[in-house]
């Protein structure tokens, strides 16, 4: 693998991972605030899956960032992101001054769903913990 390769892999899976750690550790910060959020979307049992959410975004974007089950991290957080944008971006049934920003969301969050296959097909790259999950011996 050359060091462009290399390289672009281990930052785009770092910068992946802290997408959804960061926002993890935040909901720790503003839990209230969080619940408050989620009930305002119309979430049943909002502390529930405030939980929940803190709990994968922390985990899982903390494995994706060091490389560790990287493929595993990818598959959780895909589906934590589709399960996201279908209940919380639900552009389609907003109204007009909400509609734009939420299909951007939306948009973004299906950008970085892509990402994630990416690395769920590719693996997390040569300076992940978890090298021997690749699939492509020279990747």
Not at 1 to 17: I, K
Not at 18 to 38: C, E, R, S
Not at 59 to 86: K, P, Q
Not at 88 to 98: E, I, K, R, T
């Amino acid at each position: 693998m050359n060091n462009y390769l290399r390289t672009a892999t281990l930052f785009g899976r770092a910068m992946l991972g802290l997408f959804f750690l960061l926002p993890g550790i935040m909901k720790t910060q503003d839990w209230q605030g969080t619940i408050v959020l989620l009930e305002m979307k119309g979430v049943f049992f909002a502390p529930v899956f405030a939980g929940l959410a803190t709990v994968t975004e922390i985990t899982f974007g903390a494995a994706l960032l060091l490389g560790y089950r990287v493929r595993i991290s990818a598959g959780v957080l895909i589906l934590f992101t589709l399960v996201v944008n279908v209940t919380l971006h639900n552009f389609w049934s907003m109204p007009g001054d909400v509609f734009v920003s939420e299909l951007q969301l939306f948009g973004k969050n299906m950008g970085i769903v892509g990402g994630l296959l990416f690395i769920l097909g590719m693996g997390g790259g040569q300076d992940s913990l978890s090298r021997h999950e690749r699939l492509d011996p020279h990747y």
